[in-house]
């Protein structure tokens, strides 16, 4: 893949007639439908508005929530919940504020400590004491945050290629990302997303959705940052991370070093053939092997 490599031409820009908005959820409906599991989806309430929530697997299995990257919303784990979902019962997570199903009318979700909350009371909605926890990129930081916010209630953490979790992200990432930020659509989002993956074949369904996304409008992003050494040092919950073996986010040698360092009862690993922005979707047999491994 090169990043220069023109739009499809299929994605229409949002509008104030609200066609983008009923693309986008098609789009967001057709990679759903990908999910190889029954699924339910629920609108929990909160202070916050109301967050969606697809679950599957058996009732009485082990609880674990999905906390999805940036952008990708609760969907992208398609290729994952039909393992996961043998022997937990799997909550996957639309972030409030983010792309998605959820809706942010309620107080604004505008940093960590109101992450925290509302991620409180999810756990109050959904009737768990407490859960295992799996967060690929953003996703990831809120889930190693919450850990560190609430370790009674998390069982297990499995955090994948997370971002700004141990080290920050490359420069290059950054700069690349920043014209999304200042004037998102979706051929930069394609273009962005074509560059990070660097050939690595991207399931075109949810890329149609991500881009789809970049042009419906969301919150502010809370800004990550690293959390307290001293927090991480403190922590006592099992952690695994798992890195992209061909992430351009970071330099995953560092991340890996500075996690063990921090966190010395962590287990790390890497996804091999997988770039930051193809986990889950890509390549999964791997990854589904080592979640299930570490969260049994």
Same mark, same amino acid.
């Given at each position: 893949?090169?990043?220069?490599?023109?739009?499809?031409?299929?994605?229409?820009?949002?509008?104030?007639?609200?066609?983008?908005?009923?693309?986008?959820?098609?789009?967001?409906?057709?990679?759903?439908?990908?999910?190889?599991?029954?699924?339910?989806?629920?609108?929990?309430?909160?202070?916050?508005?109301?967050?969606?929530?697809?679950?599957?697997?058996? #009732?009485?299995? /082990?609880?674990?929530?999905?906390?999805?990257?940036?952008? +990708?919303?609760?969907?992208?784990?398609? +290729?994952?919940?039909? =393992?996961?979902? #043998?022997?937990?019962?799997?909550?996957?997570?639309? &972030?409030?504020?983010?792309?998605?199903?959820?809706?942010?009318?309620? *107080?604004?979700?505008?940093?960590?400590?109101?992450?925290?909350?509302?991620?409180?009371?999810?756990?109050?909605?959904?009737?768990?004491?407490?859960?295992?926890?799996?967060?690929?990129?953003?996703?990831?930081?809120?889930?190693?945050?919450?850990?560190?916010?609430?370790?009674? *209630?998390?069982?297990?953490?499995?955090?994948?290629?997370?971002?700004?979790?141990?080290?920050?992200? $490359?420069?290059?990432?950054?700069?690349?990302?920043?014209?999304?930020?200042?004037?998102?659509?979706?051929?930069?989002?394609?273009?962005?997303?074509?560059?990070?993956?660097?050939?690595?074949?991207?399931?075109?369904?949810?890329?149609?959705?991500?881009?789809?996304?970049?042009?419906?409008? #969301?919150? /502010?992003?809370?800004?990550?940052?690293?959390?307290?050494?001293? $927090?991480?040092? =403190?922590?006592?919950?099992?952690?695994?991370?798992?890195? +992209?073996? /061909?992430? *351009? =986010?970071?330099?995953?040698?560092?991340?890996?070093? /500075? =996690? #063990?360092?921090?966190?010395?009862? &962590?287990?790390? +690993?890497?996804?091999?053939?997988?770039?930051?922005?193809?986990?889950?979707?890509?390549?999964?047999?791997?990854?589904?092997?080592?979640?299930?491994?570490?969260?049994?």
């Amino acid at each position: 893949m090169t990043d220069d490599r023109a739009p499809d031409p299929g994605l229409p820009p949002a509008d104030s007639t609200g066609q983008g908005h009923v693309e986008y959820f098609a789009a967001y409906d057709a990679v759903l439908a990908q999910w190889p599991v029954a699924v339910e989806s629920v609108d929990l309430p909160s202070p916050y508005g109301m967050t969606r929530v697809h679950s599957c697997g058996p #009732r009485d299995g /082990k609880p674990l929530i999905l906390l999805h990257g940036s952008g +990708a919303t609760s969907t992208v784990w398609f +290729a994952n919940v039909g =393992a996961l979902g #043998r022997a937990h019962r799997v909550y996957a997570i639309d &972030i409030i504020g983010n792309a998605g199903r959820s809706v942010n009318d309620g *107080r604004p979700v505008d940093t960590r400590a109101r992450f925290m909350d509302w991620l409180d009371g999810l756990f109050s909605g959904l009737s768990l004491d407490g859960a295992s926890l799996c967060g690929h990129s953003y996703g990831g930081w809120l889930a190693l945050n919450y850990a560190l916010h609430a370790p009674h *209630r998390v069982h297990k953490l499995a955090l994948l290629d997370p971002t700004d979790c141990f080290t920050g992200l $490359r420069l290059s990432y950054r700069l690349r990302a920043v014209p999304i930020f200042v004037r998102p659509n979706a051929a930069r989002m394609r273009a962005f997303l074509y560059w990070e993956t660097a050939g690595i074949p991207v399931d075109p369904a949810w890329l149609r959705l991500v881009c789809l996304g970049a042009e419906v409008p #969301r919150a /502010k992003v809370v800004m990550p940052r690293s959390p307290d050494p001293d $927090r991480l040092r =403190a922590s006592s919950v099992p952690t695994l991370l798992l890195l +992209a073996e /061909k992430s *351009r =986010a970071h330099d995953i040698r560092k991340v890996s070093a /500075k =996690a #063990r360092e921090l966190m010395p009862h &962590i287990v790390t +690993a890497v996804l091999p053939a997988v770039s930051h922005h193809s986990v889950p979707t890509e390549n999964p047999a791997h990854l589904n092997r080592e979640l299930v491994e570490f969260l049994s």
